[in-house]
């Protein structure tokens, strides 16, 4: 754990003629140790970065991003209200600092901005544009993207894990080798699209916690955390955004309209007829893919979560319960995506 003193003598090295005023350490993520430090003149976040990546990758695939956005901002092709994280950059045009092997970055804070726990109907529709305009902006985004995060949100890998770790444990829930053993068509059959459909740039982890807010009027504003992106399916991304908003939203099947609206709104001519077709499994099976990867630490126990096995548990049912939710309701899911297709 980063002690106080640890966090100013490191955050010195970004930023050196500014006093430090306050530090708060923002809790509840997962993977790395984010926190908001407010100084004389300005707000930045700090954060340590979890040993998991590939940090030469990640820097460099987050320094080109910035830049893709700077340049489409200069020549105006951004809306204005379209923000995005500006890290700090040193002399050598590095954006990291590295420790006794610990790497260390820090951000601008946007000003006015929050990340919200649980969003209402009303802003269903400003959220989905902003996510969709993130995916549009980067559409022609040249970089040759690096992976900074081995095997995220790939199926082939998490299974291959899995099934090693399970022949050595005696370990079982009976709820997810039921789900296991029903899901065994889905998942060929979606591990087969995925190897039909174009690789695009895509965030990999766009959840709630990850979208910053006005905080006045409650807009989205920015996609934040750039870490695990990447060249993969969208419908990596499609699945993992409407299974992670299905709780957020008490189950409210309605407030995903906008967002199919906006999705087709901005990606409709560059979609494959094989990604529109294949949504709604998208769905289910990304929903599956992180309560295996959950399963999986749970009878392994390397942790890398920072959750104790209960919580690994009482996420895994909550997958569980989207995955009946889905069944009970894909009828009316698909209506809703043809409706705007």
């Known amino acids: 754990m980063l002690e106080i003193s640890g966090i ?6 970004f930023i050196k003629n500014e006093e430090i005023i306050e530090i708060s350490d923002t809790k509840g993520w997962l993977i790395n140790n984010t926190f908001i430090i407010k100084t004389n003149k300005n707000k930045y976040i700090l954060q340590k ?8 990758n990640l820097s460099n695939n987050i320094k080109q991003i910035f830049l893709h956005f700077k340049k489409l901002e200069k020549n105006k092709k951004l809306e204005k209200n379209f923000k995005f994280l500006e890290p700090i950059f040193f002399e050598n045009n590095e954006i990291c600092f590295i420790e006794n092997n610990d790497f260390f970055r820090v951000y601008k804070f946007i000003e006015n901005s929050i990340v919200l726990d649980k969003i209402e109907k009303k802003q269903a529709y ?3 544009k902003k996510i969709w305009d993130f995916y549009f902006y ?3 985004f040249d970089w040759e993207i690096k992976e900074s995060l081995e095997g995220f949100h790939n199926l082939w890998f998490y299974l291959e894990k899995f099934y090693n770790v399970r022949k050595n444990s005696n370990i079982k829930l009976d709820f997810f080798e039921k789900w296991l053993e029903e899901y065994k068509q889905k998942i060929n059959i979606f591990l087969e699209i995925l190897e039909k459909t174009p690789k695009r740039i895509i965030h990999r982890d766009v959840k709630l916690a990850n979208i910053l807010f006005d905080k006045d009027s409650k807009k989205a504003i920015s996609i934040i955390d750039w870490d695990t ?3 993969w399916s969208i419908l990596i991304d499609f699945g993992d955004m409407c299974r992670s908003f299905l709780p957020k939203v008490n189950y409210d099947l309605w ?6 609206k906006w999705y087709f709104e901005k990606l409709k001519n560059i979609l494959t007829n094989k990604e529109k077709n294949n949504l709604f499994l ?5 929903n599956f893919e992180l309560a295996l990867r959950f399963y999986t630490q749970y009878i392994w126990w390397k942790k890398i979560f920072t959750l104790n096995k209960e919580e690994l548990e009482q996420k895994m049912i909550l997958l569980y319960e989207n995955k009946n ?6 009828k009316n899911f698909i209506i809703l995506i043809n409706k705007n297709v």
């Open 255 to 260: 407030f995903f309209e906008e967002f199919f």
């Open 325 to 330: 939710f889905l069944e009970k309701n894909k």
């Open 8 to 13: 100013e003598k490191i955050f010195k090295n």
């Open 229 to 231: 992106i990447w060249k």
């Open 282 to 286: 998208a769905i289910e099976m990304i």
């Open 49 to 56: 970065v979890s040993h998991i990546f590939d940090r030469k």
């Open 138 to 140: 980067l559409k022609d």
């Open 126 to 128: 400003d959220l989905w």
